[in-house]
């Protein structure tokens, strides 16, 4: 179980990865599939800096945490994660549900869960030690 977490929790990594690549290089296809769009020079750094330092933070954690089997690692990505989706919820309530809102929500939902398995997984000791 152990080698399946540490293999989920890197794939979550690399995902991580995958998104930071498209925030700091890519930003139009950002626009497209997110929804957002950045005026100017500043706003452009700051979704790199801002989104993209997001991605590249849960990318280290989770990257770190799955070669070191650390658990505070894991903490820490999960709280990344867990504020992102409470940010989400916060759209929700001022803005009101729509349907594009709930697939990231539910996504970001399950990487906390493996994120949270992983931790107590890796807590664990077998027996006789």
């Given at each position: 179980?152990?080698?399946?977490?540490?293999?989920?929790?890197?794939?979550?990594?690399?995902?991580?990865?995958?998104?930071v690549?498209q925030h700091?290089?890519?930003?139009?296809?950002?626009?497209?599939?997110?929804?957002?769009?950045a005026?100017?020079?500043?706003?452009?750094?700051?979704?790199?800096a801002?989104?993209?330092?997001?991605?590249?933070?849960?990318?280290?954690?989770?990257?770190?945490?799955?070669?070191?089997?650390?658990?505070g690692?894991?903490?820490?990505a999960?709280?990344?994660l867990?504020?992102?989706?409470?940010?989400?919820?916060v759209?929700?309530?001022?803005?009101?549900?729509s349907?594009?809102?709930a697939p990231p929500?539910?996504?970001?939902a399950?990487?906390i869960?493996?994120l949270?398995?992983?931790?107590?997984?890796?807590?664990?000791?077998?027996?006789?030690?």
């Amino acid at each position: 179980m152990i080698i399946i977490t540490r293999i989920l929790v890197a794939v979550i990594g690399v995902i991580a990865l995958l998104g930071v690549a498209q925030h700091w290089f890519s930003l139009d296809a950002v626009f497209a599939e997110r929804g957002l769009q950045a005026v100017g020079d500043i706003g452009r750094a700051n979704l790199r800096a801002d989104v993209g330092g997001l991605f590249l933070g849960i990318s280290c954690l989770t990257l770190f945490a799955a070669v070191r089997q650390h658990q505070g690692a894991i903490l820490a990505a999960t709280v990344l994660l867990a504020a992102t989706l409470v940010g989400r919820f916060v759209s929700v309530a001022i803005d009101g549900y729509s349907a594009p809102v709930a697939p990231p929500m539910i996504v970001e939902a399950i990487l906390i869960s493996i994120l949270l398995f992983a931790y107590r997984a890796w807590g664990k000791k077998p027996e006789g030690l």
